[in-house]
């Protein structure tokens, strides 16, 4: 079966993949003839005749891990030149992925929060040193919201925008466990109804006593990016999601609804969504005590996640986002050139139950955006995409421009 995919990839690609290595080719719409003759792997979209390995790859690497459907986007010096849908966007697997499906990003929407956050640092209207929340310490902070039920760690004054961004600000989840995933008990300190909402999460989290000292070590935590979403729809008086694309990607090219909120119920979500392959019988945060659901569908609020892992987009965003801001280390969210050479290679991934996410860039001139609709599989497929990747000739474009 995989053989047969593989080799119907590579013909399809031949047929509408044309143009010369660097000129973007039309956009080729989804073939029922293509979904019937791929043997349960529909493959959509447009395709380069340099890249038929990618497809081989790719439908590889989902058969060999059960994945249902994915997208792929791979952009050269900003300029998308592949653009694919493969394996199916329902729970039945009969209607095939389309290449330009939105899909949750999991944690690939911290670095986009970030890079919105770097804008108004370039603006002057904070610092990285700013205080991220306004706790009583002189000169007070960004965030005003009152501890719960009073400050849990005087630490927490110290707690600056650096912090957050670097994942430096004290919280350890590896000991404390993930604090904006215990809605239940959060809504119920409160003696509201769950789920609690971000402002009574964060509350809440500035109740309790801190795992180090900031800026003392690292440790990986949602909470940095959830509190980064907050202050920035405070201080621009503007959803999360506007503030991202008047700031971020709107300057790069990236379509009005290519990038939206997510939404935790199906109803809700948007049209070009598939479903989200995830476990059965979860706890519903916003009926604890009702029936149990599929995870992707109200085991947390996917609504107050939208500054740490809520966003959702195409894969086609990812790659143009990638292009032109960095995705990971001390320089996350800065602008960069979308020709830059360098030795470099960053990335970020996303996991949620039903959502694995990929944003890959490289000093080739080269970034690129995956999404599936199962859970993670980022980390093991960005190997199997470098590697085909190293063995194309890309030619000379770009410059040279130091980064990691």
């Known amino acids: 079966m995989g053989v047969l995919c593989a080799a119907v990839c590579a013909v399809w690609l031949m047929l509408v993949g044309g143009a ?66 493969y394996g199916w966007a329902d729970e039945a697997r009969t209607e095939a992925m389309r290449p330009d499906a939105m899909m949750r990003l999991a944690s690939v929407s911290k670095p986009i929060t970030m890079a919105a956050v770097r804008t108004l640092i370039e603006e002057g209207a904070f610092g990285l040193e700013s205080f991220a929340f306004d706790l009583g310490q002189d000169g007070g902070g960004l965030l005003k919201l009152s501890p719960y039920p009073e400050l849990g760690d005087e630490r927490l004054r110290g707690v600056t925008v650096r912090h957050l961004m670097r994942h430096e600000g004290g919280w350890d989840r590896s000991t404390a466990g993930d604090l904006t995933y215990m809605e239940v008990p959060i809504a119920g300190a409160f003696g509201v109804a769950s789920p609690p909402g971000r402002e009574r999460t964060v509350r809440w989290i500035l109740g309790r006593r801190l795992e180090f000292a900031p800026g003392e070590r690292s440790a990986y935590s949602n909470i940095g990016a959830l509190t980064l979403g907050l202050i920035l729809e405070e201080r621009e008086g503007m ?166």
């Open 239 to 404: 959803a999360l999601d506007e503030v991202i694309q008047r700031r971020v990607l709107d300057p790069i090219g990236v379509a009005d609804g290519d990038h939206v909120a997510g939404r935790t119920f199906l109803a809700d979500r948007d049209a070009r969504e598939p479903w989200y392959h995830g476990r059965s019988g979860r706890v519903n945060v916003f009926d604890p005590v009702g029936a149990r659901v599929d995870g992707p569908c109200g085991s947390w609020d996917h609504e107050a996640r939208i500054g740490q892992g809520g966003q959702v987009a195409t894969a086609e965003a990812l790659a143009r986002f990638a292009a032109h801001y960095w995705v990971n280390g001390e320089r996350i969210g800065v602008r960069k050139s979308p020709t830059a050479r360098g030795g470099w290679k960053w990335n970020h991934t996303g996991s949620l139950d039903g959502t694995g996410a990929l944003v890959r860039q490289r000093g080739d001139g080269l970034t690129y955006g995956v999404l599936f609709n199962s859970r993670g599989h980022g980390g093991a497929v960005r190997g199997v995409l470098d590697d085909v990747l190293d063995g194309v000739e890309w030619g000379e474009k770009g410059n040279e421009e130091g980064g990691r």
């Open 20 to 85: 010369a290595f660097g000129q973007v080719p039309s956009q080729v719409p989804s073939s029922e003839a293509v979904v019937a003759s791929a043997d349960r792997c529909p493959v959509s979209g447009a395709g380069h005749p340099a890249l038929v390995a990618v497809d081989e790859a790719m439908v590889r690497f989902m058969r060999e891990n059960d994945i249902p459907g994915a997208t792929v986007a791979i952009a050269l010096d900003g300029e998308v030149v592949f653009e694919r849908g």
